[in-house]
């Protein structure tokens, strides 16, 4: 299966959160951890690198890849030219994909910003407790 030779680990990790509603590994790591900086649940501060990969991971999430969805969802092109079966199924993979690619290759501002917020709300959360 072509996803599960792009990415064997996350596949698996959606595969056995579908079947039990509870993600494992590195992916619910990520969730959880992404759950607390969202809702101020810091003990302590957030190092540059999480904050980037946690702001390029929303950006990611909540902006590129709707865009990419819509962009996907637009196209009409005659069946020769058009998209086939198979890649109408894995578009959402395909667009998440492109989205996490996206986010890392590219200086986007809003990532930037975020990550500067992320550190300022979390330094401010350690400064309270």
């Keep these: 299966m072509?996803?599960?030779?792009?990415?064997?680990?996350?596949?698996?990790?959606?595969?056995?959160?579908?079947?039990?509603?509870?993600a494992t590994g590195e992916l619910g790591r990520r969730q959880s951890q992404f759950s607390r900086v969202l809702a101020g649940e810091r003990s302590?501060?957030?190092?540059?690198?999480?904050?980037?990969?946690?702001?390029?991971?929303l950006v990611a999430v909540s902006l590129v890849q709707p865009l990419l969805k819509e962009w996907r969802d637009a196209?009409?092109?005659?069946?020769?030219?058009?998209?086939g079966s198979g890649e109408k199924q894995f578009r959402a993979m395909q667009d998440a994909n492109l989205a996490q690619e996206l986010t890392r290759a590219q200086r986007f501002p809003l990532v930037?910003?975020?990550?500067?917020?992320?550190?300022?709300?979390?330094?401010?959360?350690?400064g309270r407790t």
């Design 2 to 22: 072509v996803t599960e030779r792009l990415m064997p680990s996350a596949n698996a990790e959606l595969m056995s959160t579908r079947a039990t509603g509870e």
């Design 112 to 126: 930037e910003r975020l990550t500067r917020d992320l550190r300022r709300g979390a330094a401010r959360m350690e």
């Design 75 to 83: 196209e009409q092109s005659p069946p020769p030219f058009g998209p």
């Design 44 to 57: 302590r501060a957030v190092s540059e690198d999480e904050a980037t990969r946690i702001a390029r991971d």
